[in-house]
């Protein structure tokens, strides 16, 4: 079955063939249909969001394809939960990954480690054919780090430690990463509800 990533994002694409390599599913990227229409993802949640992304991909591809859209974001606890929702566009409306990261850094400024817990939450709307959205979420525990380091991944990882780690995302890696991102344990818990 072909499922269409609905997503301007080509690094989450790419996590995407790599987390579903092996199933039913074959990855597409949204440039299938033309490129990922511009979405104002004006919800008020994760799930809202990754439903309007959907929505937005399901109306232009071809009827039979399944689509699959993905919000998520970074949730620090010294920050009562922010960027969150709003962790593309933390630092302004056309924030790089770059600036995001750095006024993050800058407000937790030098608080200790025991004080920098966050987590990775993702949230998948998978739609089939029908228009009938599932709704999967996977989250991923640790704490941001001093300063940046490493150069795999995207967004927040350089600055990410998972629990149970001392190396950022970034430095990981794509494998490990693979193994215990947000993304990974919603994939795992869509999978699971799929095949149940
Ligand atoms: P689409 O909306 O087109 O999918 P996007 O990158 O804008 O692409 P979101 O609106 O879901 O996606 O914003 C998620 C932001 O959260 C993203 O820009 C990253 O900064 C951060 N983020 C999400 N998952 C991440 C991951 O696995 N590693 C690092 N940062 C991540």
Not at 40 to 69: C, H, S, Y
Not at 93 to 116: F, I, M, V
Not at 120 to 127: A, S
Request: proline content about 5%.
């Amino acid at each position: 079955t072909s499922l269409i990533i609905a997503t301007g994002n080509p690094h989450k694409t790419e996590e995407f063939a790599q987390l579903l390599n092996g199933t039913n599913f074959s990855v597409e990227s949204a440039a299938s249909c033309g490129g990922m229409p511009e979405v104002v993802e004006n919800g008020a949640t994760f799930a809202d969001n990754a439903q309007l992304k959907a929505e937005a991909l399901r109306a232009i591809a071809p009827a039979n394809a399944w689509v699959m859209a993905d919000d998520s974001g970074l949730e620090v606890d010294a920050l009562d939960g922010a960027p969150g929702i709003y962790s593309a566009r933390y630092a302004g409306p056309s924030a790089t990954d770059q600036d995001n990261l750095e006024k993050l850094l800058h407000a937790l400024g030098d608080l200790p480690e025991l004080e920098r817990t966050a987590r990775f939450r993702c949230v998948l709307c998978l739609m089939g054919p029908d228009g009938r959205a599932q709704l999967f979420d996977g989250t991923c525990a640790g704490r941001i780090s001093e300063a940046p380091s490493g150069s795999s991944g995207f967004g927040y990882d350089p600055v990410f430690v998972p629990d149970g780690y001392k190396r950022s995302f970034a430095e990981l890696g794509e494998t490990i990463k693979g193994e215990l991102s947000h993304r990974a344990r919603a994939v795992e818990t869509m999978r699971g509800q799929l095949s149940s």
